[in-house]
């Protein structure tokens, strides 16, 4: 084997063991709410990753080694009543992200903050991006939840959606972030007014068919909307890339973890006015 060949894999083999070392869960009481972390790496960007409904640490670990090349400072963490995270009565998008920014201040981050949420997560950051605006310099929104994709997809055929509703309700019957994002559905509206203008924003939609035989989200017009929806929230915003790809499905953190980390650079890069 040429030297230069092994020091690649030795390099490579260090680095992946060097995360395994890093990647040990923490434990940080927030008003009586215990929330597991992960953090990795270091830099002057710390990159804050949200997760869908139920999804926590556990999600991300196999994207680790792939964060931690990043050469940033990545905060990982659960809600309450994900993962190891305490459950408490009240998951709010508005009190988990009381509970993120008070995380955060414990870590001693309070600028420099690139947020990135995938699905139901897409919408907390945009909700803490509006809230604590002076601390966030961007956004990543992985094929992120929208709060009028209920109601597009009602008025797309009415009896369908409502059938799928009622199956979906029944199976996440347990899950009380479930129920939050159905209220954010019946409002149809966040603080941003569904427009983000000023943030530099890198969103990731997967147009990919047939993940489900069923659900009318995954029908071609369904994932039609999804993609307007993803589009319309950047399109007043000059300093934003809109990636759409057909070769991952929702978790595109599973499916394609090369993707984030695209996204994320594409977003510093925004940032850096690169």
Known sequence: MKPSIFLFFLSMLLTHFTVLAESKVSFATIENVQLEYIDIGTGDINIIIESGVGMGVNYW??????LKMLKHRVIIYSRAGNGSSTATIDVSVQKSNKRLHALLKLLNIDKNIILVGHSFGGIHVREYATSYREQVIGLVLLDPSHEQFSKKLIQLDKAWAERDDKKLNSLLA??????????IYQNEQLKDNGSITKIPTVIVTSSKLGESDWWIGHSEKGKEIWRELHSSLIRYNPNSIHIVSNSTGHNIPIDSPSLVNIAIKQTVDLVNGL
């Open 61 to 66: 670990k196999p994207l680790l080694t792939k």
């Open 174 to 183: 347990q899950s009380q972030e479930w129920k939050v994002l159905q209220k």
